[in-house]
T-cell receptor
Framework: NAGVTQTPKFQVLKTGQSMTLQCAQD?????MSWYRQDPGMGLRLIHY???????DQGEVPNGYNVSRSTTEDFPLRLLSAAPSQTSVYFC????????????FGQGTRLTVV | AQSVTQPDIHITVSEGASLELRCNYS??????LFWYVQSPGQGLQLLLK??????LVQGIKGFEAEFKRSQSSFNLRKPSVHWSDAAEYFC????????????FGQGTELSVKP
């Protein structure tokens, strides 16, 4: 059982480039989320999804785009990368209800130069 | 506004000593509270959670946490720390009445002295 799989693990982008961070889960979870982790700030929610075809913004959505065409996949798109988007990105999936455990991927370390 | 505060950025304890990591939350409704641990270069792993019932909850790796509504706190404790407990610890509250939204504290980095 793979759980939550993120690719790539590391990425370096130039300012202005676009890219997609991939996230897939095999637990048939309805809820999926993207967080970014920055030193001293914990994890902050970027976007989340409550099911296929339904997404919503989190705390820090600017510069990012998401879609959820299947239950399994929840890609995060950086439209035009900026140095402020240098961060570690985590994808998470969660079962039914707000009291269930969220399972996290291993993270993607992104550097924008 | 919903928020989680972990007042201690970094804590160092000696191996075998007891540990308490503090967490305070601000949330209007009944909170769903979690503690996660992150080892270097890894994702987050759930230690324990609280959403109702007994206010003292037991988790994995010998950790426990106590929910105190009057103090808006959910402190994590361990009676005897092991060197392998060195990691970063995050307190989080589940926001909203669905899943997918967690509000995290800033994290507490734990170092363990031999």
């Amino acid at each position: 059982n793979a759980g939550v799989t993120q690719t790539p693990k590391f990425q370096v982008l130039k300012t202005g480039q676009s890219m997609t961070l991939q996230c897939a889960q095999d637990m048939n979870h309805e809820y999926m989320s993207w967080y970014r982790q920055d030193p001293g700030m914990g994890l902050r929610l970027i976007h989340y999804s409550v099911g296929a075809g339904i997404t919503d913004q989190g705390e820090v959505p600017n510069g990012y785009n998401v879609s959820r065409s299947t239950t399994e996949d929840f890609p995060l798109r950086l439209l035009s990368a900026a140095p402020s988007q240098t961060s570690v990105y985590f994808c998470a999936s969660q079962g039914q209800g707000p009291n269930t455990e969220a399972f996290f991927g291993q993270g993607t370390r992104l550097t924008v130069v | 506004a919903q928020s989680v505060t972990q007042p201690d950025i970094h804590i160092t304890v000696s191996e075998g000593a007891s540990l308490e990591l503090r967490c305070n939350y601000s949330y209007g409704a009944t909170p769903y509270l979690f503690w996660y641990v992150q080892s270097p270069g890894q994702g987050l792993q759930l230690l324990l959670k609280y959403f109702s019932g007994d206010t003292l909850v037991q988790g994995i790796k010998g950790f426990e946490a106590e929910f105190k509504r009057s103090q808006s706190s959910f402190n994590l404790r361990k009676p005897s720390v092991h060197w392998s407990d060195a990691a970063e610890y995050f307190c989080a509250v589940g926001a909203g009445n669905q899943g997918g939204k967690l509000i995290f504290g800033q994290g507490t980095e734990l170092s363990v002295k031999p």
